[in-house]
Structures are given as structure tokens and as C-alpha cells.
């Protein structure tokens, strides 16, 4: 809400947020869901475009408390066709843009000049929105720092679009989980010994790969 700079939009956005969570739209779906996300899914849901939203929601499959770098983070937008402009300096360029809207936002905070990280309110709130107010559309699936030992056994990847089990303590791969419609996968940060030679043999959408 950091963006609004008229008194009508900033009316506007307190009229909204005194509504009582039962108004919001969606709501009847996740009738337990803490109202807190309601109010703050408001910043969101003003953030315009489906583009800046994407790469907002991308956010939350880094762990809790990460470091993000801005290019790597841009380097990854590129790898997933969010951003929209082909010349090199004008697509790096597009996705700082996008890095400041989001700031501007109070949606990511900054760490120095190269680094954004996400509140983990505002984490929870983006994994909430990609897993299941949107999940017809995003279907993500986010284990990031659980404290796995195992990964997610093969049958729970099916239909999942974007996955993160980073930072885990996972050693052992499923082999040939069949996840066809799989866009990105973040397995880096565990104690994975190797990768079974079929894993990737039925993810023919993969995108981005983070590794060991």
C-alpha cells in the first residue's frame, strides 16, 4: 500500500481493509484461514498485472529468512518467461523494476544494494495465495526448510507446477516421479548424495532447476 499517493486511493484501501474477512472473495473456500492474510492479500492483489504477481508469488519458494539475490532472482523470472522484453539489458533492466515495485509494496525487503528478502508473515501469505487460493492455476508445492529427511514421496509430485524442498536434509530422490507439468524445481542446500539416473525422465516442463 506504500504505492498509493492520492487520498482516494488511500480511502479506498481503508474502507477495504475494515471490511470483515467473511467480504473478502474466496473466503467461503478457507473458511480456518487466519484473516490477517485477507488484509495483507490486499497489497497483492493491488500490485498490477499478472506478471508482477507471478514473480511475487515465485518469492516464497525461498526458505524463510533467505537472502535472495537480485540478479539470481532475476535470472530466474527470465528462465520462467515472466518477463516480457528480449533484449538483454532491457529484460535485466524490467526485472529491477519489478524488484522495486515489489519493495515499493513493502511486499520484499531490502539487504544492502543486491539482496531482497521476504517478511515470513508476507511468505506465508505468498504460499497461501500460490498452494490454495490460486492453486487451479499455480498448484505450488513449498517444503523449504521443514526439516525433511525424505523427499516428498513421488506420488504428492504429480500435477505440481513449482516445487522447493531447499534446504533440507533430504539424501535420497524418488526416481522417476511422474511430474509432467513440473516448472521448477529448488532442491539445493541438502545432503543428497546423487540423482537417480531416471528422475528427470518425465519432466518434459522443467524450466528451472536449483541442484545440490
Known amino acids: 500500500m506504500a504505492c498509493n499517493t492520492t487520498v482516494e486511493e488511500w480511502d479506498y484501501a481503508i474502507q477495504i481493509l475494515k471490511r470483515p474477512p467473511s467480504e473478502y472473495a474466496g473466503t467461503d473456500k478457507f473458511p480456518d484461514m487466519n484473516k490477517v492474510y485477507y488484509r495483507l492479500k490486499?497489497?497483492?492483489?493491488?500490485?498490477?498485472?499478472?506478471?508482477?504477481?507471478?514473480?511475487?508469488?515465485?518469492?516464497?519458494?525461498?526458505?524463510?529468512?533467505?537472502?535472495?539475490?537480485?540478479?539470481?532472482?532475476?535470472?530466474?523470472?527470465?528462465?520462467?518467461?515472466?518477463?516480457?522484453?528480449?533484449?538483454?539489458?532491457?529484460?535485466?533492466?524490467?526485472?529491477?523494476?519489478?524488484?522495486?515495485?515489489?519493495?515499493?509494496?513493502c511486499l520484499l525487503e531490502e539487504d544492502g544494494n543486491d539482496y531482497v528478502k521476504m517478511h515470513d508473515v508476507i511468505r506465508?501469505?505468498?504460499?497461501?495465495?500460490?498452494?490454495?487460493?490460486?492453486?487451479?492455476?499455480?498448484?505450488?508445492?513449498?517444503?523449504?526448510?521443514?526439516?525433511?529427511?525424505?523427499?516428498?514421496?513421488?506420488?504428492?509430485?504429480?500435477?505440481?507446477r513449482r516445487m522447493s524442498l531447499m534446504d533440507n536434509k533430504i539424501k535420497n530422490l524418488p526416481e522417476a516421479p511422474q511430474c509432467s507439468s513440473l516448472i521448477t524445481l529448488f532442491l539445493n542446500g541438502n545432503w543428497i548424495r546423487k540423482i537417480p539416473h531416471d528422475f528427470f525422465q518425465y519432466m518434459s516442463s522443467l524450466k528451472s532447476f536449483k541442484p545440490l
Do not use: H, P
Not at 497489497?43 to 507471478?54: A, E, N
Not at 532472482?73 to 522484453?85: R, S, V, Y
Not at 490460486?134 to 525424505?150: D, I
Open 124 to 160: 506465508d501469505m505468498a504460499v497461501w495465495i500460490a498452494r490454495e487460493v490460486e492453486k487451479e492455476n499455480e498448484n505450488f508445492l513449498v517444503c523449504a526448510s521443514s526439516g525433511l529427511t525424505e523427499a516428498v514421496e513421488a506420488r504428492k509430485w504429480e500435477g505440481v
Open 42 to 105: 490486499f497489497s497483492y492483489d493491488k500490485l498490477r498485472g499478472d506478471k508482477i504477481k507471478s514473480c511475487f508469488k515465485y518469492c516464497c519458494l525461498f526458505s524463510e529468512d533467505c537472502l535472495i539475490s537480485k540478479r539470481d532472482l532475476i535470472d530466474c523470472w527470465i528462465g520462467e518467461g515472466f518477463l516480457d522484453e528480449f533484449e538483454g539489458r532491457l529484460v535485466i533492466n524490467q526485472g529491477y523494476s519489478i524488484i522495486n515495485t515489489l519493495l515499493r509494496a
